[in-house]
């Protein structure tokens, strides 16, 4: 590479080279004509023009061609004009030195040093050049000198020899200064080369690739954008350059733009609506921070492409990958996953999820003799129909031929409660399959086996429980067919049972099948039965004797409570005012607590129903105590209160029952209107034992006492636990150790009997 720009520094200085050399010829053809042989002299300047001239030609020749190609002959051109020049004038000392004038033997030196001084800076670019020629022109005068053999030409000789070594020294420097300079010149020419092809290429990459890219600065504005984000948005690029991202409707991308900002890349990918026209995509994008010398961020770079079309290719591989050809339904794969979810969800919250497995009955007739179409378009239909079935957050998924398998999410934290909605789910599958299928003209009467298994502990797989279903699908098969097993026998007859209870239930109250038993309420002071809790009972046909305890959650998750409850108020109260008139002159009656459901208690015609019944019976509205549970606070407690208020407007009273078992404190209870404080037997029944809680109720029935509540201690059994509560004066008690609730007949005998007193109270007493 250098060696161009060397020839072409040397042939731009030879043609004033070449002009120096002629005045240099012409001075030495002026001083020495006449002085010298003249011939000679002409001779001599004839051939300095020549040489002159040729080196001209070649100096012409050179700018006109201006080709870089054969070097060697441009190289060779001008060696040999050089050589020639100095040839021409190193022999000028054999020639022209005048014997013993040394003026002019001095011009001639001054000569051949002015030219040699001279030819430094026209021919120094290329060394050989230089050095050959420095020699070629001084070392004849140095002989010649030396020919002279005068001590005076001696000292010349050494003197020019020191010259031509000085000169050798400063071409050989200056060379290498030119050279070093002509390095540095090209790389510089190099790298700026280098840099406008790069900026170019980038510039025509920014322009055409078919990938958005938009500069933004600090403030989130545009600055640049180029051609593909101008498509890719669909929006003019004057809208575009200035524009606040801020401004953007779809906040999707801000956080990667912000990244960016913040000194590190973002990345996103996903759905993005388009800030201009509203265009939908699902876009790819990412940023990276622009920084300036002093590594300070001054905007960023952001890159987007559009992979709407990819990312519908692949939702449609994925669909398919997950869905039946033949129902467009999710298929096993699909199931599993689905399924392996909620079993994450069951274990980490308790969410109880449950799999229906159905298979159609009798499928295989139908395709064996009406062929396949008929089968499938059966099975399609099967798909519709059950997908209308289900919620939206349920799936159906067909698994195999004909069996489907419907997986219901987030039934509930309670087994029972989740079992009774698959349940619900069945029947209604069953429903379904009632209408008969209409298919090419046939009228098809399918029926379908459900096999349901919830998930449980023990139950962790998504193969256990699909095989758990397939089993309980299977005892339907057996049962004889269009019908719904669960899975654990167990279960099976729990739901069953349940189901049992809710259907007897609802003919109970008009087959009279209803009844109430009394236990009588004791006061302590006196041993006196002052009234009694009405408790209900169920004599059931088919099931036999019931009890509150199994059969009242029924009547409240179906509702059936309304009704009974009224019954019972309506008995309830009848029934005291029998006996309050019967035993007028003999015991005070003056209390009859009634039970009331929270159902009921929240039912908006409940306390018209109290004030019909007081109404009608013509009960002193005192002696009427309603007893509610805890379960009635719930986060409307202004509400409740309001209710409350109410009843006791009308006069009668409220007791809290079963106190002590739920949550709420015996402050946030004064705030409501209660009369009474009945404390659970639970805590009765504890003491006698290593850890009672005799400080407990000691405590509740202060508490109870200073809010002015009377206090009804439930459950009292033993001679101890009696003992403790008389001691403690708690205002009454009801419980085994008195009388456990008795039908009304041996109600009423006993309080002929013992004239309304507790005797083993007194007796108790009087061990005391
Ligand atoms: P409860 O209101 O706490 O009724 C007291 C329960 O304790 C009764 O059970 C009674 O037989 C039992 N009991 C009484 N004294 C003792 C004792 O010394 N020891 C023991 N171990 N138990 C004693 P029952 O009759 O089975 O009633 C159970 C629950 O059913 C009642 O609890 C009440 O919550 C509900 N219930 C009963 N009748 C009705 C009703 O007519 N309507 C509503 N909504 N609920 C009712
Ligand atoms: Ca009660
Ligand atoms: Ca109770």
Redesign the pocket.
């Known amino acids: 590479m250098h060696i161009y720009k060397q020839l072409s520094e040397a042939y731009n200085n030879l043609t004033l080279s070449i002009l120096g050399v002629i005045a240099n010829a012409a001075v030495l053809f002026y001083i020495f004509f006449g002085h010298t042989n003249n011939t000679t002299l002409i001779i001599w300047g004839a051939f300095v023009l020549l040489i002159s001239v040729f080196r001209y030609l070649t100096v012409l020749k050179y700018k006109a061609e201006k080709t870089l190609l054969y070097i060697d002959k441009w190289q060779k051109l001008l060696f040999i004009g050089i050589v020639l020049s100095a040839l021409s004038w190193g022999i000028t000392p054999f020639l022209f030195f005048v014997p013993g004038n040394y003026l002019y033997q001095m011009v001639l030196i001054v000569i051949l040093a002015g030219l040699s001084a001279g030819s430094i800076s026209t021919l120094a670019h290329i060394r050989l050049n230089i050095q050959l020629y420095l020699v070629v022109l001084i070392v004849p005068l140095i002989v010649e000198l030396l020919l002279q053999k005068t001590a005076i030409h001696n000292d010349m000789a050494i003197l020019v020899s020191l010259y031509l070594l000085l000169l050798l020294t400063v071409s050989k420097k200056f060379n290498q200064t030119y050279l070093d300079s002509i390095t540095s010149h090209l790389m510089f020419e190099q790298k700026r080369e280098e840099f406008l092809e790069s900026e170019q290429k980038f510039k025509a990459i920014f322009k055409s690739v078919p990938i958005g890219i938009l500069f933004y600065d600090t403030n989130l504005i545009i600055q640049e954008v180029n051609n593909s984000f101008v498509d890719f948005i669909a929006a003019p690029k004057d809208f575009l350059i200035g524009l606040d991202l801020e401004k953007s409707r779809d906040r999707s991308l801000m956080p990667t733009f912000k990244a960016a900002l913040d000194g590190i890349s973002g990345f996103y990918e996903g759905p993005y609506t388009t800030l201009y026209k509203q265009k939908d995509l699902w876009v790819s994008m990412s940023t990276s921070p622009l920084r300036n010398s002093d590594n300070e961020i001054i905007g960023a770079v952001g890159i987007i492409a559009d992979i709407t079309e990819r990312m519908l290719i692949q939702l449609q591989i994925e669909h398919q990958a997950n869905h039946d050809t033949l129902t467009d339904i999710p298929n096993r794969a699909n199931l599993k996953q689905e399924i392996a979810k909620n079993i994450i969800r069951f274990q980490r919250h308790g969410v109880i999820f449950a799999i229906i497995f159905l298979d159609l009955d009798h499928f295989k007739n139908i395709n064996d003799s009406l062929g396949h179409d008929v089968g499938d378009k059966l099975l399609v239909q099967t798909a519709t129909r059950l997908k209308n079935t289900i919620r939206d957050e349920d799936m159906v998924a067909r698994i195999g031929g004909d069996e489907f398998v419907i997986l219901l999410p987030d039934l509930s934290a309670d087994e029972f409660e989740a079992a009774k909605s698959a349940e619900i789910v069945s029947q209604k599958i069953h429903e379904t399959f009632r209408t008969p299928f209409e298919i090419d003209g046939y009228k098809l009467n399918i029926s379908s086996s459900l096999g349901i298994t919830l998930i449980n502990a023990q139950s962790q797989s998504e193969d256990a429980l699909l095989k758990h279903a397939d089993i309980a699908m299977y005892e339907s098969k057996k049962d004889g067919r269009n019908t719904t097993r669960f899975y654990q026998e167990s279960m099976d007859q729990w739901i069953k049972r349940r189901l049992e209870v809710e259907n007897e239930l609802k003919n109970a109250i008009k087959n009279n099948e209803l009844r109430l038993?009394y236990?009588p309420v004791v006061e302590f002071a006196t041993s006196k039965v002052i009234g009694m809790?009405?408790?209900?009972r169920w004599k059931s046909q088919k099931l036999g004797d019931m009890?509150?305890?199994e059969f009242?959650t029924i009547a409240e998750e179906s509702g059936m409570?309304l009704s009974i409850?009224e019954w019972?108020l309506q008995e309830a109260v009848s029934q005291f005012m029998i006996w309050q008139k019967q035993f007028a002159h003999t015991i005070n009656l003056k209390k009859i607590a009634?039970?009331?459901?929270v159902h009921?208690f929240n039912a908006p015609n409940f306390l018209m129903q109290v004030e019909n019944i007081i109404a009608q019976s013509g009960i002193v509205k005192e002696h009427l105590e309603l007893?509610l549970t805890e379960s009635i606070i719930v986060k409307d407690i202004s509400g409740v209160r309001a209710k409350m208020q109410q009843l006791r407007d009308l006069g009668v009273n409220l007791s809290i029952?079963?106190f002590g078992t739920g949550y709420s404190s015996l402050s946030y209870l004064k705030k409501l209107p209660f009369t009474t404080l009945k404390i659970d037997?639970s805590f009765t029944?504890d003491i006698g034992n290593d850890v009672d809680d005799k400080e407990l109720i000691s405590t509740i029935i202060t508490i109870a006492e200073n809010f002015n509540l009377e206090v009804v201690i439930?459950?009292?059994?033993t001679y101890e636990q009696y003992a403790f509560v008389n001691e403690r004066k708690a205002t009454f008690m009801?419980?085994?150790?008195c009388s456990?609730?008795m039908e009304k007949e041996s109600f009423e005998a006993m309080l002929e009997s013992s004239n309304g007193i507790c005797s083993i109270m007194t007796e108790a007493k009087e061990k005391i």
């Open positions: 038993v236990q809790e009405a408790l209900i009890y509150p305890d009242i409570i409850g019972v009634v039970n009331v459901s009921q007893e029952d079963d037997k029944q439930e459950g009292v059994e009801q419980g085994y150790f456990k609730p």
